[in-house]
């Protein structure tokens, strides 16, 4: 009996290391998260040639099919727009913001790399944006092109759409890859704006292909057109002015 006694005391820590190892082991069940993240300040060379080569490959002289959409509405904001990037004292409103907007889209005719493009206006009394977006026909490596240019100065959308406010910003939409993406990057609280001198050319590109694709969909006559259509807010009811008391008629004896 005693002898068996030692040989089951003996066999317990035999097997706590195995234990202890098992439980060390981490769980293969739990998700991995892979997070990207884009520099849009300075891109690489790499990424600098392939957003050159896509700005290249935009037709200049397109042919459009008959088919068109023009289309305009309201929006809610309940968040700040991307292109926004406040300073250290800048005051951003909590509250939801209502923007106006006016989009256009055009089919191309022919078999070429894009398939469409679609320009969209957007103004919330603050801000004013131009974006525009082509989709590519067969993704395979590229998905679409979109630039986009913003002001908060120019005093009417008229005047917005026929100033050829330069392109602020550049994104490539890639098919199985992260995205590409080239912005104006304005000084932060910890130093100056970054140079980006050598992305002059290609900021140059995007705001010659925007200035023309203006033109080509009539950007300056259907945009401001279309805005009109837009109901404003209703103006609040004005209070009706008090009638004056009436005198109290005095009681004849």
């Known amino acids: 009996m005693l002898s068996k006694l030692i040989l089951i005391l003996a066999a317990f820590p035999l097997t706590l290391p195995a234990v202890s190892q098992q439980a060390a082991q981490p769980s293969s069940d739990q998700p991995q998260v892979k ?27 397109p042919l459009f099919a008959a088919d068109f959409e023009i289309s305009h509405g309201l929006s809610t904001l309940t968040d700040a727009p991307n292109f ?18 006016v989009r256009i889209r055009r089919e191309f005719a022919v078999q070429a790399l894009f398939a469409s493009v679609q320009y969209s206006f957007s103004n919330d009394g603050q801000n004013m944006v131009e974006t525009l977006v082509l989709h590519v026909r067969e993704p395979k490596d590229l998905i679409q ?22 392109a602020s910003r550049i994104r490539l939409e890639r098919f199985g890859k992260s995205s590409i993406a080239l912005a104006r990057c304005p000084a932060s609280e910890n130093g100056p704006p970054p140079d980006q001198s050598a992305y002059e050319p290609l900021f140059r590109s995007a ?6 694709y203006r033109m080509l969909l009539g950007v300056r006559h259907t945009v401001p057109a279309e805005l009109a259509q ?24």
């Open 230 to 253: 837009i109901p404003g807010p209703k103006a609040a009811a004005k209070p009706k002015s008090a009638k004056p008391a009436a005198k109290p008629v005095e009681e004849k004896k």
């Open 207 to 212: 705001s010659e292909v925007l200035t023309n």
């Open 84 to 101: 926004l990037q406040p300073g250290h004292n800048a005051q951003m409103s909590d509250e939801s913001a209502v923007a106006r907007y």
């Open 145 to 166: 092109v979109s630039m986009e240019d913003s002001a908060s100065a120019i005093s009417s959308p008229e005047n917005m759409v026929a100033a050829n406010t330069p």
């Open 35 to 61: 997070v990207n993240l884009l520099n849009v300040c300075t891109p690489s060379a790499a990424e600098q040639k392939e957003i050159a080569a896509a700005l290249a490959r935009v037709p200049k002289q």
